[in-house]
């Protein structure tokens, strides 16, 4: 069916976020906090395209050097969260600790965000993107099983927010009036990888990730990694046949990755899509997050390989 120019430049079947999230009868908070987080990601992309690509001069609590990026992209997507009115309490990966926004506001939401997910891949022109999830209420260290949304944004050749809120997977495109409008709804896995993106450094991993990457390597799955999590996530959701792992090395037992602001929002969405999010032994969702800097070894995408992952490491560690 031909979609015609209503509009400017709006085509007349084009469903933008916030009437697809009516339509999809989420409650009106959590509808202006999502259009909040994607009105915010307008401003990031302008940071993005002609920001300074400089250093900030400063580290956040990981040690990880700021770019000026990482802080601009923080800063506007806080400010935005703060202002929305709906918000208690935020996380950030650039924050060094839980910020207190409205405590006092319950019925609210809070928001744990990597504002901008491998900010240093910028510099060479790398897709890069932004990870949110939410929760109800004031407390953000809960078990990834009780998000009530999460979302992520590519800044790619195009710029696309993918988001659930536990009712499937859609996937937005901005067009060219900077709006969202809807791509593809309820995006699904396949049970079987045809791609793999294997993070850290493979002289560093333990026998059992060895033994998994030699059985993907023996069915044939052809390795895909740009050092992107969002990028290669967002790859192996869309093709609907990949695993995604940065597991736990010899040298860093727990992985790289963030649980609050990376995995969880990841996990959420990878489930919702019929996909598996694991730490290598259990559910990512089911961990109970003890410090909100939290890190855990990721193994996400089909199912029957983060269980072939998951079986390795059983057996060999
Ligand atoms: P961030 O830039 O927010 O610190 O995260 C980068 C992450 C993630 O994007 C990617 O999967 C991982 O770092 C890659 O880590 P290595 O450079 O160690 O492979
Ligand atoms: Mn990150
Ligand atoms: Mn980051």
């Known amino acids: 069916m031909e979609a015609t ?19 999809d009868g ?14 915010a990601s307008k401003y990031i992309i302008n940071s993005i395209r002609t920001g300074d690509l400089g250093v900030a001069g400063t580290s956040n609590l990981y040690g990880e050097q700021q770019l000026a990026l990482d802080v601009l992209s923080d800063r506007i997507l806080r400010k935005r969260l703060a202002q929305s009115g709906v918000v208690s309490n935020v996380v950030s990966e650039e924050t060094a600790d839980i910020v207190f926004i409205a405590p006092h506001r319950t ?6 965000y990597d504002p901008l997910d491998g900010s240093s891949l910028v510099d060479v022109n790398l897709a890069v993107g932004t990870i949110v999830s939410i929760y109800r209420g004031c407390d953000l260290m809960q078990p990834g099983t009780k998000q009530v949304a999460a979302l992520y944004i590519l800044y790619g050749p195009r710029t696309t927010l993918v988001y659930t809120t536990g009712h499937g997977v859609h996937e937005f495109g901005m067009n ?9 709804r309820n995006v699904r896995m396949e049970p079987k990888a045809s791609i793999y993106a294997p993070g850290g450094l493979r002289s560093l991993y333990t026998p059992g990730t060895g033994k998994f990457v030699r059985q993907l390597e023996s069915n044939g799955v052809k390795l895909r990694y740009s050092g992107g999590l969002v990028p290669d996530f967002n790859q192996i ?15 860093a037992p727990q992985g ?16 919702q899509a019929g ?17 909100f800097d939290e890190r855990s070894p990721f193994f996400c995408g089909c199912r029957d390989d983060v269980a072939m992952a998951e079986a390795c490491i059983r057996e060999e560690g």
């Open 256 to 271: 790289k990755l963030r649980l609050l602001f990376e995995l969880n929002p990841m996990a959420f969405l990878m489930e």
């Open 237 to 251: 959701l869309m093709k609907g046949k990949g695993v995604f792992f940065y597991p736990h090395l010899q040298n």
């Open 176 to 184: 060219q009036l900077m709006e969202y409008t809807l791509l593809r």
């Open 275 to 291: 996909g598996a999010a694991s730490n290598g032994r259990q559910r990512i969702l089911d961990l109970v997050p003890q410090k």
């Open 26 to 39: 989420e409650d009106e908070q959590l509808i202006h906090l999502i259009c909040e987080i994607a009105e």
């Open 107 to 112: 019925g609210n939401f809070s928001v744990a």
């Open 5 to 23: 120019a209503g509009q400017a430049g709006k085509t007349k079947f084009q469903i933008d976020l916030r009437r697809y999230l009516r339509e």
